[in-house]
Nanobody
């Protein structure tokens, strides 16, 4: 079974940085679409960034220029480098993966579009 495990969350001051990791096991990198979502207090889970099997990337407008998504093909880990963090970035961050998405870079994904999820890692910016 596919398993996704996030790590790297924590508390950081406004303007600081964090690098989140998602260890993926039981899956192949071929034809995959992987993404990061976040869910703030009292808010719905929202899409943050996506990366396809070729390494092409797409970002939500709220994080573009501040966040960088990447994938390590050797270890099959997903990363999210977050710079210039803002209080509104606070929330639970989740990694997700799917192999049935026609266009991984379409953007504005719903959580229902992804079949495999980690349990999340908390990010607090204050």
């Amino acid at each position: 079974h596919v398993q996704l495990v996030e790590s790297g969350g924590g508390s950081v001051q406004v303007g600081g940085s964090l690098n989140l990791s998602c260890a993926a096991t039981g899956m192949s990198a071929s034809s995959m679409c992987m993404a990061w979502f976040r869910q703030g207090p009292g808010s719905e889970r929202e899409w943050v960034a996506a990366i396809d099997s070729t390494g092409a990337k797409r970002y939500a407008s709220s994080v573009k220029g501040r966040f960088t998504i990447s994938h390590d093909n050797v270890n099959n880990n997903l990363y999210l480098q977050m710079d210039n963090l803002k209080p509104e970035d606070t929330g639970m961050f989740y990694c997700a993966a799917d192999w049935g998405i026609a266009n991984c870079l379409a953007g504005s994904w719903s959580p229902a579009d992804f079949d495999y999820w980690g349990r999340g890692t908390q990010v607090t910016v204050s």
